[in-house]
C-alpha cells in the first residue's frame, strides 16, 4: 500500500475523507501516533507548544514543531489536504462552533455572526488560532495555506483538492491511493439547511475576512 498522509484542514469535509481511509486513519506511517489521539508524552509537548488540536488537524507548521514522523518517511508520503473558500469556510466555523457551544464564553454571543466574525480578526492576526477561542476549536480558524505551504513559499502535498470540486478531487485522490471508489461521495458531518455563505455578510464582515484571510484568498483564488 502507499504511504500516504492526510492533512486534515478543518472544516473542508475532512470527517468524510476520513471515513473512505482504511479503519478512518488519516496516515499509514511509522509512527508512535497511530491514531487521532495523543500519548501522555504528546500531550505535554503540544500543550507546550501551545497546540490544543487533535494531531489529525495538524498543519505543516505543526507536524514540523511536533516531529511525530521520521523526517525522510514524512518526505516520501504522498500528502494531500483540501482548501475552501474562505468566507464559506468561517461561516461553517460560525455554524459548528454554534451547535457546540456550551455557554462558557461571557463574551460570546452565539447567534452573532458578526460577533464571530469580529472576534476572529485579532486571534487569527495574532496567530491565537491554535488554543480554543471561547467556543471556536484549535485550528478551525487558523489560514489554510499553513495547510499547503511551508516556512519557505514550497507547496508541500501532492495533491490539494477543493471543498467546491469535493466528489471529483476525492475520488482522484482514493484512485491514486489504490482506494474503493464509490459511485458518490457521502457526506457526513454536514451542516444542515445553512444558506449561501454571502447571506451571512454585511459591508463590515467582509472587509473583516478580506484582510484576515488575504493571503489564503490570494493563493487559492478566491473571492466573494
Avoid at 462558557?104 to 452573532?112: L, T
Wanted: proline letters at 5%; a neutral charge.
Amino acid at each position: 500500500m502507499m504511504k500516504y498522509l492526510f492533512l486534515h484542514n478543518p472544516k473542508c469535509a475532512g470527517s468524510t475523507v476520513h471515513s473512505y481511509l482504511p479503519e478512518e486513519k488519516w496516515h499509514n506511517l511509522i509512527a508512535p501516533l497511530s491514531s487521532r489521539n495523543y500519548s501522555s508524552d504528546q500531550i505535554k509537548k503540544a500543550m507546550a507548544l501551545g497546540y490544543h488540536c487533535k494531531p489529525h488537524h495538524y498543519n505543516l507548521e505543526q507536524h514540523k514543531n511536533m516531529e511525530f514522523f521520521d523526517q525522510e518517511e514524512f518526505s516520501k508520503a504522498w500528502k494531500f489536504t483540501y482548501v475552501r473558500n474562505p468566507f464559506d469556510r468561517v461561516v461553517s466555523a460560525y455554524h459548528y462552533s454554534r451547535d457546540t457551544y456550551d455557554g462558557s464564553s461571557s463574551d460570546y454571543d452565539p447567534k452573532s455572526f458578526a460577533s464571530f466574525v469580529n472576534s476572529l480578526q485579532d486571534n487569527v492576526l495574532s496567530r491565537k488560532y491554535y488554543e480554543w477561542l471561547g467556543p471556536v476549536q484549535p485550528n478551525h480558524v487558523s489560514p489554510q495555506h499553513l495547510y499547503v505551504y511551508d516556512s519557505e513559499g514550497v507547496a508541500i502535498p501532492d495533491y490539494v483538492g477543493r471543498h467546491e470540486t469535493f466528489d471529483f478531487d476525492t475520488k482522484n485522490i482514493l484512485d491514486h491511493l489504490g482506494f474503493d471508489i464509490p459511485e458518490k461521495i457521502a457526506v457526513v458531518n454536514a451542516t444542515p439547511k445553512r444558506k449561501n455563505y454571502r447571506k451571512y455578510y454585511d459591508v463590515s464582515t467582509r472587509k473583516i475576512i478580506e484582510k484576515t484571510y488575504e493571503k489564503d484568498l490570494n493563493l487559492f483564488k478566491y473571492e466573494f
